[in-house]
T-cell receptor, first 115, second 114 residues
């Protein structure tokens, strides 16, 4: 039982390049999330998927797209990377977003640098 | 709008001393509250959570937190800190009804001195 896994662990991009961050969970969770973490800012929600087939914007969605490929996988795409997107990206999952006792579990993160 | 404030950006504690990390929230009702810990270069690990009931919550690694409605606080405590506790700690909140995601504080970095 690996929990939440993310690939790659590290990535360096040039401005304007595109890439996709991958996330998978093996806990049979319905809901999945993408956050970014910047120094002094805590974690901010980019997008989330309450259930397979649905996605919604979070606090900072601009410059990103997401795909809920199936129940296990939730990818984050940067179409044209900018230096402001240099950050650490975390994927998380939870049993169900509207659950009374819902808890999120986090992956190890992807460290992205955009030059 | 809901918010979480962690007033201390950094805290230094001597090994073996007690620890209290502060967390205050703003929300119109009783929220669900969480503490996560992030070791350097790692993801976030859940320490403990409060949903309802007993206001003193026990977590992993010897941590506990107390929910105080009158003070809108959910402070994290540990009676004796170990060097391995050095990490960044995040308090988070979610609404207690409907469709809700987590709102995080900005974190408190704990340094442990010998």
């Amino acid at each position: 039982n690996a929990g939440v896994t993310q690939t790659p662990k590290f990535q360096v991009l040039k401005t304007g390049q595109s890439m996709t961050l991958q996330c998978a969970q093996d806990m049979n969770h319905n809901s999945m999330y993408w956050y970014r973490q910047d120094p002094g800012m805590g974690l901010r929600l980019i997008y989330y998927s309450a259930s397979e087939g649905t996605t919604d914007k979070g606090e900072v969605p601009n410059g990103y797209n997401v795909s809920r490929l199936n129940k296990r996988e939730f990818s984050l795409r940067l179409e044209s990377a900018a230096p402001s997107q240099t950050s650490v990206y975390f994927c998380a999952s939870s049993e169900r977003i509207a659950g009374a006792t819902d808890t999120q579990y986090f992956g190890p993160g992807t460290r992205l640098t955009v030059l | 709008a809901q918010s979480v404030t962690q007033p201390d950006i950094h805290i230094t504690v001597s090994e073996g001393a007690s620890l209290e990390l502060r967390c205050n929230y703003s929300y119109g009702a009783t929220p669900y509250l969480f503490w996560y810990v992030q070791s350097p270069g790692q993801g976030l690990q859940l320490l403990l959570k409060y949903f309802s009931g007993d206001t003193l919550v026990q977590g992993i690694k010897g941590f506990e937190a107390e929910f105080k409605r009158s003070q809108s606080s959910f402070n994290l405590r540990k009676p004796s800190v170990h060097w391995s506790d050095a990490a960044e700690y995040f308090c988070a909140l979610r609404q207690n009804s409907g469709y809700s995601t987590l709102t995080f504080g900005k974190g408190t970095m704990l340094l442990v001195s010998p």
